[in-house]
């Protein structure tokens, strides 16, 4: 597929919008690396007449959060025909909805944390649930708004229900999980290598860990037991096929070994746009396992299509 054109999509109007620029680009100047004709879109809500001028032979989505992971810009790519990477408008949508992900996790025999889904206005000042706890919004990433409500608080942060939150009424209240962070990429329906992920600034993955210079330690392979490794692997596939997604996922996890020999393992999220800026989890897998990141992105775009 050398020589065809590919349109990045990055940027977007979601609140991580300077982390998709950075995954972005740094796709994009791959993709130029393996011999592809690029042109990087910044997108706006003008995309659709951008993309049916730019007529790209493949879009690159490369966009994170609400408009570029929720469904929304792949219908767009659908109604206008032009292939495109990672998983498709229904996938995309469920996924991101973390509660009723959930739901559908679920079903498939993975275990998830007890939890409940409210609007952040029912919270009020009684606790929803005995603490500790997370509360979390329903339709974010990047652990934007994401609250952890500790033992022996009185009350809900009011930060909940004021108007300074920012991330929509539904929320997802949680509990909390102690352990370790683990994650696991799927390709193609195969799991890649299993990291833990131990923040530099303490037992949150919060977004300056993310993505921060720094801000957190990638271990991979995941010092656990082969058997957890492989259970880990095995939920991650199982959660890609069960949302139906395409391409190239990672599933998060939580990792309590410090009650049983074997420990509990809980599922908590999947992400279908995972981040491929240079402190991400997705691009260390791959080349864990041998792909380099020009290989990986040459990948995503041999694989993409329409019907996803």
Known sequence: MSGKHVAVLMGGLSAERPVSLSSGNACATALEGEGFRVTRVDVGRDIAAVLA??????????????????????????????????????????AMDKARAKTVAAAAGIPVAAGLDLNRFDIGNEHPMEPPYVVKPVCEGSSFGVVIVKEGQSHPPQVIGSSDWRYGDRVMVERYIAGRELTCGVMDGVALGVTEIVPVSGAFYDYDSKYADGGSKHVIPAQISPNIYQKVQTLAVKAHQAMGCRGVSRSDFRFDDTKTED??????????????????????????????????????????????
Not at 67 to 74: A, K, M, R, V
Not at 77 to 87: A, F, G, R, V
């Open 53 to 94: 001028d730019l007529r790209p032979d493949v879009a690159f989505n490369a966009l994170h959060g609400p408009y570029g992971e929720d469904g929304s810009i792949q219908g767009v790519l659908e109604y206008l025909q032009i292939p495109y990477t990672h998983s498709g408008v229904l996938a995309s949508a469920l």
């Open 263 to 308: 420990g509990e393992l809980i599922w908590l999220e999947i992400n279908t746009q995972p981040g491929m800026t240079p402190t991400s989890l997705v691009p260390e897998m791959a080349a864990h396992g041998g792909r380099s990141f020009g290989e990986l992105v040459r990948w995503m775009v041999e694989d993409a299509s329409c019907s996803r």
